[in-house]
C-alpha cells in the first residue's frame, strides 16, 4: 500500500485574532505546544506510519512559505500551492492529481493542519485501520469522533450501530445541529462528529470525481495534462482552469453521496481548536480556572478567563470572568468567551 | 490680604495604576487634558487670582522631582517636602510652617492636586468669597459641593440651611454614608459633599491647633526654629519631630471640633476623579457609550467601557460592557467598573 498524507492548510486566520493573520494563520501559531506549530504537530504524528517523502501540504501562495520554513523535513515540493480557493472538493482533487503522479495507487489520508489530538498511537492505529477498508472495500472512510457533549458547532455522521474502532457504514451526514438535536444525537449514541479526516484510494475518489462531479473531474483532468506547470500558482493556464471550479466541499460534493463511505468510530481526544474558548480543554488551570500562558498574570475576584499574554508585560484581571484577553505587540483583545465566534466581525472593522 | 495656596500632592497612585505608580501618582497623570497634568490644571486654575510665588506644593521626596519639572512656573523653594507622611494635620501644619516664615499674615487656601472642576471662573470668584470669610469672621471655611446623586464614597457636610455661594456654620460632619443615608441627606437639600478644599487665616489655623491638638502645635513651635533644616527632608531634627506627630487628619482634629466652621455650598462642577469610572463624567463617550482615549479602538457587541491605551496598539472590544481597560507599555489591566476601588488588591499581589 501507497500510504500518503495529505494535510489541508488553507484557513484565513480570523478566528484566532489577534494571534493569527492571513500570514500567519492558526496552523502556524505554537498555540498548544511551545516548540511547534500546530502544522508542525501534525506532520510530526503521522511520521510514525508516513515517511516525509510521502506527507504533502495543500495550501495558498500566501502561507506557503511559512509552511515552508515549519515544515523543513518536507521535500518543497511536497508543497502543493492553489491557485485559488475553491473548496476542498478542488482542493482535494488538485491534490490527489499531484499525489497521483508520483504514487499512482496513494492510499490517501486527508487531515487538518490545526486540530490536536491527544492520543497520537492510538491515532495512527486508526489511520492504518481506516487505510486498509479504504483499500479492501473501496470505501471513502472518515474518522467519527465518539461526542463527548451535545455541541452544536459540528457535522454529524448517523450509524447504524456505532462501536469504537468498528468501520460502520454512514448512514447520513448531518449539518450542524441546534441543542435540542445534539442532545438527542449524544443521548441516541449512534451519531459521531464530522472530523473532517478521510482515507481512500486514488482510484476511488477519481471514480466518485467522474460520478458526482464530472465538471471537476474533467478540469482534473486537464491539469493532470499540465505538467509543470501545476506546480506553478501563477501559470495562466493552470488559474484558467481553477476559475472554472465550482464552489463545493468534499463533503457535500461527493461523500454524502458516494455509495461507500464509511467511518471509523474513534475516541483517541479529538479537539479542532476551533476559537479560543477551545483553549479551556487544552491547558491546566490556575486555581481561579483561568487558562494564563505568557504573561505574568495577576487575577483577583476573577475566574475562568483565558489570559493570553504574548508582549510579556503584567496583566491583571479585576472582578471579570469568562473573557478571552489576547495582548499582542500590535492588538489587544478584550472578547467575551461567549462571542469568541465573532472575532471575523472586528477584522471587517478594521479593514474598513 | 496675603492669598496663598497651598496644593496637597501626596498619594500613593494606586487606584489609577498601571498609569500611576508610585513615582507618577495621578496628578502628574495627563489624565484629562492631553497638553497638562492634573496638578498644572490646579495651579493654572488659581494664577488668575494668586500669583505663582505665592502658589505651594507639599509632597514627598519621592514625587518632589515630577512635581518641580511639571511646575516650572513655581518658585522651587515653593515645593515644601515633608520628611514622614503624617496624614493631614501635620501637613497642614508643616505647611502653614513654611508659608507663614513668609507671608506670616496669609490666608491659606489649601486644594488638592488631583481634582477637576469645570467652571473656574466661578471657582475663583468662590475662593476669594471664602477668603473673605475667613478673614472677616476669624472661621475655617471650607467648599461644600451641591450633591447631584446619594455618592456613598464622599463624607458630607450637613447645615441648617443652604444656598449656593451662601456662607453657613457646618453643623456636623458626616463620614462616608450608607446608600440610604445618602439618599435622605440629598433629599433633605441640606446636606453638602465635603470636597477637602479650605480657607483659613494663618492666625486662625495655628490658634485651632492649639486649642484641639496642642500636641501637633508645640511640634510645629519646635520645626518653625529649625531654620533652613526644615527645608531638607533628610534633616535628623525634622524627621525626629516629625516621627511625632500623631497619625490624624485635618477634618477630624481640627475641623469638625473648630467653633467657627463655615462652608460655602458651590457648584461649579466637581469631580475628584476617585478612580476610573469617574472618567464616564469627564469625556465624550462613543456611540456605544465608551470612553475611549489613546489608541485605535474597535468596538463590537460592546458598551459603556473605559477603555485608554497608552501604548498605540489597536484595541479590540467584542461582547463585553462595564469594564475598565487600561494598557500600558509595561501593563494591562482588565478590571469591572464595579470593581475598580479594589486595584490595590491587585498592587499587593503584584508586590508579594
Redesign the interface.
Known sequence: MQLTVFIMAGGSGERFW?LSTREKPKQLLKLVDKERSLIRMTVDRVLPIVPAERIFIGTNAIQAKGIAEELPMLPIENIIIEPQFKDTAAAIGFGSVVIGEKYPDATMVVLASDHLIKNEENFCKRILTAAEVAEDRGAIVTLGIKPSRPETGYGYLETEECYIGEPTPVVRFWEKPNLQRAESYVASGRYLWNSGMFIFNIATMNQAFETYLPKHAALLTQIAKLGDAKRNYSDAKLNDLFSKFEKISIDFGIMEKFHNTMVIPVDFGWNDIGSFPALDEVFEKTEQGSVVQG?RV?E??SSDNIVL?MSG????????SD?V?V??????????K???Q??K??LE??NK
Open positions: 489577534p504573561s495577576v483577583v475576584n499574554g508585560k503584567v496583566i491583571a484581571t479585576l472582578g471579570v473573557l484577553i495582548d499582542t505587540k500590535d492588538s489587544l483583545l478584550v472578547c467575551s461567549a462571542e469568541a465573532n472575532i466581525k472586528i472593522q478594521l
